[in-house]
């Protein structure tokens, strides 16, 4: 008997090359904006397979994703009971999935527009298990980390990626099910971490997509996410427990397992330790300071402990300790007034302003306060450009928490260093560099010269106590170069110009910025080989 035209057309069909898995629960005024991202992507529709669960909306959500897959053939809904989290969808759409890849789209988050055609190209071209795409948080939600660099292939030891376990990334579908990755359900909160840390540990090539904004991260007007829902936080830390039990039959004790538990003491197990802490009476605090000790006890490395910044350091040494009044205090002046300035010892040390610091009736050593490591200069170059010889700049630039200062422009070389006062008001600066001044007041050698900021700050004594010195490569921010149009703001300066240098005679002078990683540089002498700059202001 002759096959229908319909079976023929669908023994020819390819499978899709991705299925977007969308869980649903009453985000009726995001779900437009979720679906239609997926519906304007770059990839060819008939290469995606779209699948919506409903998990018991009664907002209208259900109906209106009947409605839409009416008029999109590749979207298919699924309808279930509520279950009380985004893990049973997930996993009832993973079940339905037909696509090469999977990616989980979130129902009030949205995609770039060449999200899906960039991230499986990547996959193809290096046969990548996982995918992350740049992540960029809306409406107030922040992204969990940065991605700022392409690679085919990078470790969980060896780059961010391990700082965000959420499911939004491309998985080879495959993969996922010889690893019988699926989500933990009837879970509200971090249940995606079993499947995103087993999947990061498990995989032969983990990539990422950094020069294109994949995902967008939304933060909801009602404050809805279920991320920011309150819950019965004994019984989360006892079900993170189980998941870093999980992380420590991966990886054996030692560096690579600090890492990761670094990211957890972040992420998880001091997480609760803020308002939803503070909002507990004092039985309740004590309960969940006993559900997070058995975690420090058994995770809490020296290692680990170190690489914690000053307020988690606190938290995680008052927990180990059973120090339920220091506790308390180290997170209330974390959610009560701005912070006061660090302390400054006279060696240069740096130390946090939390409560009983060196006071001689507490347990807490000065190696908990300590930030002396963690003070890096904050600064931009926002405005550069030649006027007459010399190169005018500004910027800002702060040592956060830290009142007063001076800043200066250094000059930076074979032949010496050199520093030239800037003018300082607030966080921004001004200064000039005149060759035929800038060392210190005669004119600046050939050569080449590279552009520092230094800020010195002051601690809580004021400018009659210890100062803390910090400096940092100029990099403009947005570098004119040969790409830059004929007639655009930066095009006068492209070229090597002549500038003077009183008694020592001109000199041919370039700005350029050094390759890989863009610092500001001025050449002295015979034309530079490095791309110059144009002007910024």
Known sequence: MPASDDTAAAATTPPPTVSVVIPVHNTRPYLDRSLDSVFAQTLDQRRIQVIAVDDGST??????LDERARHHPNLTVVHQPA????????????????????????????????????LTRMALTHDSDIVYGRIVGADGRAAPVDLRTTAAAVTPFDSPVYWTLAAYKLFRRSF?????????EGRLLAEDLPFGITALLRATTVSVVADYDCYYLHGRPDDSNASRQDTDWCDYLHYIGGVLAGVAAEVPPGPHRDTLMVRHFHGEILMPF????????????????AAARPLVDRYLTERVLAALPPGLRLRAHCLRG??????????????????????????????????YFRDPARALPDTCYDLTDRMVLRQRL???????????????AALPHLGGGAVEVLLHGSGGDY?????YEGEHWRAEVDPATAADGRPLPDGTWGLKVAVTAH?????????????????????????????????????????????AGPAVATLFCSRPHGHLHLHLGTPCAGPPLGALW
Do not use: C, K, Q
């Open 59 to 64: 907002d209208g959500s259900a109906r209106h």
């Open 83 to 118: 279950s009380g989290g985004a893990g049973r969808p997930r996993n009832v759409g993973l079940a339905h999935a037909t696509g090469d890849y999977l990616f989980f789209l979130d129902s009030d988050d949205h995609l770039g527009t060449e999200a899906l055609a960039r």
């Open 176 to 184: 996922v099910e010889h690893h019988r990755l699926r989500f933990t």
């Open 274 to 289: 803020a308002a939803p802490y503070l909002a507990r009476d004092p039985a309740g605090r004590r309960a969940m300071a």
């Open 322 to 355: 059973a120090l339920h009044d220091e506790l308390t205090a180290v997170v209330r002046a974390d959610t009560g007034a701005p912070p006061r300035p660090p302390h400054i010892d006279t060696d240069g040390r740096v130390f946090a302003p939390y409560p």
């Open 382 to 396: 926002t405005g550069w450009r030649w006027s007459g010889g010399a190169v005018r700049l500004r910027g800002t």
């Open 419 to 423: 520093r030239i006062p800037a003018r």
């Open 459 to 503: 601690g809580s004594a004021g400018t009659t106590g210890p100062a803390l010195r910090r400096e940092a490569w100029l990099v403009p921010e947005t570098p004119a170069g040969p790409e830059a149009p004929p007639d655009g703001p930066g095009a006068a300066g492209l070229a090597p110009r002549t500038v003077a240098r009183g008694p």
